[in-house]
């Protein structure tokens, strides 16, 4: 199709807001999907999206679409998840389009991931289309989301917003219209050298790596030679193709043009994405700048529990060739062996790797507890350790001082609910630092340690304001932290994988509640384990887990004094010779971990 009939542009809005309901509606309306295969959010096609009803992976797809004004158009769309762990993957999806459906659900008005959206749509320049949706909605309040969307650029008019409902379709047909009539054709140059950008990718275990990709220059033609020019790596086009949703090779994929590539490259590491994709004979001259890295915030251990290594060392590969803000080194540890230190955007993208392991791999994994990245100040010298693992952390006599990362949250919450918020928020050690009223909502702003949020803050957040609370957050910077490495000894013996990072304030409380759940979630053995958690070399609390069986020297049958203090010393001597290695460390210990203040 001539470029002047393309439009790119990607949906974008807040959690829950009716983004995949509308791509239903959308490839209804334009016949992209038949009624045989018509279902609710149909996009979301993995079993973890299914799961928890939202969306993880953008999704791209091309629609054909007949205008009132008699001409044919080629719709290509990305739907983007809305949580704010997924924010990367909008960004990246961004970048291929000229433009965005702004989608503002009317029940609940702009919100922190419209707020967050639209700006990264600012970002790259591209025309925004206001979409009011769920006006079939009895909590529905037009007036006041199109004054709460003004607000955010006063450049919107009246005029501007379409007022719809995904889920009847009341209204979708003007959406299909404005978005030929706003949204611009793409520019570029038919004849030039191919300029393509990779925004996105997947491993496919017979096909090697897929790439996705927008042509901005130039056109890909089957069996064509090609080359990526960070990763420097060549290969023949051998399938390219348009997601419909589903595959269907074509012959040719030109200016403006949304598609894949089967590049045939069976090494997940060898593409990026934001790379740029070219002839391998005559390549572009300027090449995309590639995408700036996301930044992980919560790290966590990642061992494979049936010794699986090198399977799981494969999975996460090429789990993240699809999702590049998961990231991953090496780490071993004494007591589970070998294993990963993985970098998460936030707690629920840590939850949905790991499912997606299950799911897609068939891997069950041990994590350990999650933590921040700390900058330790070593005395006596200059050096500041960037410390992720809670085991690699200097021993305290080393540390002259320790930086923690502190976020910027803005939580947003329903008047009902503030005095509660504002107390999880003191708890958290949040530093109150702004408190905007706006009607029924009430805008907080706090400072506060990203440790404290990044575990279940969220949902704690969600529970005591009946889930209509929010939460935005960014990241701020270091600040000097009185924090202590506590350190879990079992059975005299110290465990590594269960070491962690705490507040000082927090020890005392925290490492009681700690040895007693260690109590019942490690398995026992045959003879007692006197358990430990221990800060700065000294024992803060203690606890002894149980025996399998009864203390035969104890409550033995009628045996001698003496015969009893002899089991009582052998048996003191099993418990010290015994290494920590046959500790079985299970997912329960390591849950053991969260919660404790
Ligand atoms: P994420 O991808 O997880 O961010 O969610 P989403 O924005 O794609 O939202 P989704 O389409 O999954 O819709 C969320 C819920 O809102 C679903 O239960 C939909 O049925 C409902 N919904 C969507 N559009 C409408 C609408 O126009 N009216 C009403 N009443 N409900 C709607």
């Not at 239903?24 to 999206?49: F, G, P, W, Y």
């Not at 999704?59 to 809305?82: A, S």
């Amino acid at each position: 199709m001539e470029s002047v009939n393309i439009r790119n542009f990607a949906i974008i809005a807040h959690i829950d807001h009716g983004k995949s309901t509308l791509a239903d509606r959308i490839m209804e309306m334009t016949e992209t999907v038949n009624s045989r295969e018509k279902k609710a959010q149909l996009l979301d096609d993995m079993e973890v999206e299914q799961a928890h009803g939202i969306t993880v992976k953008s999704r791209t797809v091309r629609n054909y679409y007949k205008g009132d004004d008699g001409q044919e158009y080629e719709y290509n769309f990305i739907d983007t998840p809305g949580h704010v762990d997924f924010a990367y993957e909008v960004s990246k999806s961004l970048a291929a389009c000229e433009g965005v459906l702004l989608l503002v659900d009317a029940t609940q008005g702009v919100q922190a991931q419209t707020v967050a959206n639209f700006r990264l749509a600012k970002e790259n320049n591209l025309v925004i289309i206001p979409v009011i949706n769920k006006i079939d909605s009895k909590g529905a309040d037009i007036k006041k989301t199109v004054q709460q969307i003004k607000k955010l650029d006063p450049i919107f008019e009246e005029q501007d917003f379409l007022k719809i409902s995904a889920k009847t379709g009341q209204g979708v047909h003007l959406v299909l219209e404005a978005i030929h009539q706003r949204i611009p054709a793409p520019s570029g140059d038919d004849s030039a050298s191919l300029k393509a950008l990779v925004f996105d990718s997947v491993y496919d275990s017979f096909k090697g790596v897929i790439a996705y990709i927008r042509v901005f220059d130039g056109q890909i033609k089957f069996n064509s030679k090609l080359k990526l020019m960070a990763s420097k790596e060549s290969f023949k086009a051998s399938t390219i193709g348009v997601l419909t949703p589903n595959m269907k090779t074509v012959e040719s994929l030109c200016v403006g043009d949304v598609g894949y590539v089967i590049t045939g490259i069976k090494d997940p590491k060898a593409i990026n994405v934001g790379d740029t994709l070219t002839d391998e004979k005559k390549p572009t001259k300027s090449a995309f700048p590639g995408y700036r890295k996301a930044k992980p915030m919560v790290f966590a251990g990642f061992y494979p529990k049936n010794n699986d290594y090198a399977a799981l060392k494969a999975a996460i590969e090429r789990l993240s060739l699809n999702d590049s803000s998961f990231q991953y080194g090496l780490e071993s540890s004494d007591a589970l062996g070998m294993g990963f230190r993985c970098g998460f955007l936030g707690m629920l993208h840590l939850q949905i790797i790991r499912e997606r392991l299950k799911d897609e791999y068939d891997l069950e994994v041990l994590t350990t507890s999650p933590n921040v990245t700390y900058h330790v100040h070593i005395r006596n010298n200059q050096k500041i350790m960037e410390v992720n693992n809670p085991a690699k952390f200097p021993d305290f006599s080393e540390i002259n001082y320790v930086e923690e990362p502190f976020i910027r949250a803005i939580i947003t919450t329903p008047v009902e609910s503030v005095n509660q918020v504002m107390k999880l928020a003191e708890r958290s050690k949040g530093d109150l630092k702004n408190l905007d009223n706006k009607g029924d909502l009430v805008v907080l702003e706090y400072n506060m340690p990203l440790s404290e949020i990044a575990y279940d803050f969220f949902s704690q957040l969600k529970s005591i304001s009946h889930g209509y609370a929010d939460l935005d957050t960014s990241f701020l910077n270091y600040q000097v932290a009185d924090v202590v490495k506590v350190e879990v000894h079992i059975n005299y013996a110290k465990v590594d994988a269960l070491a962690f990072v705490l507040h000082r304030q927090d020890v005392p409380k925290a490492s009681q509640n700690l040895v007693k759940k260690l109590k019942y979630s490690v398995p026992r053995k045959l003879y007692p384990m006197p358990t430990q958690a221990v800060v700065e070399g000294k024992a803060v609390a203690r606890v002894d887990i149980p025996p399998l069986r009864k203390n035969a020297a104890v409550n033995g049958e009628k045996r001698s004094i003496s015969k009893k203090k002899d089991l009582l010393r052998r048996q003191n001597i099993n418990k010290r010779q015994s290494a920590q290695s046959d500790i079985k460390l299970t997912q329960e210990v390591f849950n053991s971990l969260l919660e404790l203040k």
